[in-house]
């Protein structure tokens, strides 16, 4: 299967790849609450600090996470340019008509830092082990098979439609179609392309889950023996949670200032 969109740099040697996959999503889904949580402006560099290390430490190359910030990047761009201008009341300069005030430079600084770092971290969690590997994780946790399964099979047939619908535009191109000329027979194709796209795919869904159920879909043997975990496993779980428990904590005690203060 190709399942590569995350998971091309698995087989890394670092210590965050051989980690044991249980422990690795708990340790880094519970520093992506912490994160989440975060209101004091003086916890976002150590937030950065983390983050940056925790990504050192991967041994994932820089180009990996910059691709993938690529479309997260626009709706920051879209955030920067509004928040400001329209969050609070404290006004620090007037441009024009329009004012920029301090409550909304906050609130922008804390949701970029706090974007930045979440998705981050979470490509960290799907970037140092193969993907059906963390599903394989996520189920021996306890999350319910058949979600297990969407996902997967989401992740799996988002490459087969892509493929089909780049297939299909080469032979529209090639027919004569001009997907940037905008007209009514224009809108008449694409409206075409996506209803076949949605045809095929519910097609295909019935034909995969016909192919599951004969080779025996829903009696597969359970994987929480699969996986083994040592003591340097645990030990860097409890490394990970009392970062976790330290961002709260200094959350609570020193972000009430801020939290007054966007109110």
Not at 2 to 31: A, F, N, Q
Not at 65 to 78: C, H, Q
Not at 140 to 163: C, K, W
Not at 231 to 249: K, Y
Request: net charge positive.
């Amino acid at each position: 299967m190709k399942l590569g969109i995350v998971d091309e740099y698995s087989d890394l040697g670092s210590l965050l790849h051989r980690w044991e996959p249980r422990c690795k999503l708990i340790g880094l889904m519970v520093l992506i609450f912490a994160f989440s949580f975060v209101r004091d402006l003086r916890m976002l560099l150590a937030m950065v600090v983390v983050t940056i290390t925790i990504y050192i430490i991967s041994k994932l190359p820089v180009s990996f996470i910059l691709r993938r910030l690529r479309y997260p990047s626009f709706f920051l761009l879209v955030v920067v340019l509004i928040l400001p201008f329209v969050s609070g009341q404290t006004i620090v300069m007037s441009i024009g008509p329009l004012d920029l005030r301090q409550e909304g430079l906050i609130a922008v600084l804390l949701v970029v830092t706090r974007f930045l770092s979440i998705l981050t971290i979470g490509l960290i969690l799907f970037g140092t082990a193969p993907f059906l590997t963390t599903i394989k994780a996520m189920r021996a946790l306890g999350l319910p098979a058949i979600l297990a399964d969407m996902v997967l099979l989401s992740l799996r047939y988002l490459h087969e439609i892509g493929s089909d619908l780049q297939k299909m535009q080469t032979s529209m191109s090639l027919r004569g179609y001009k997907k940037h000329c905008f007209s009514t027979r224009a809108l008449n194709v694409a409206a075409w392309l996506g209803g076949s796209i949605l045809v095929r795919s519910y097609e295909r869904s019935e034909w995969v889950y016909k192919a599951m159920i004969l080779r025996g879909y829903g009696y597969a043997p359970t994987t929480r023996g699969e996986f083994q975990t040592n003591s340097r496993d645990v030990i860097t779980l409890g490394v990970f949670l009392l970062i976790a428990i330290g961002f709260i904590t200094g959350d609570i005690l020193y972000g009430r200032g801020v939290a007054a203060l966007l109110q």
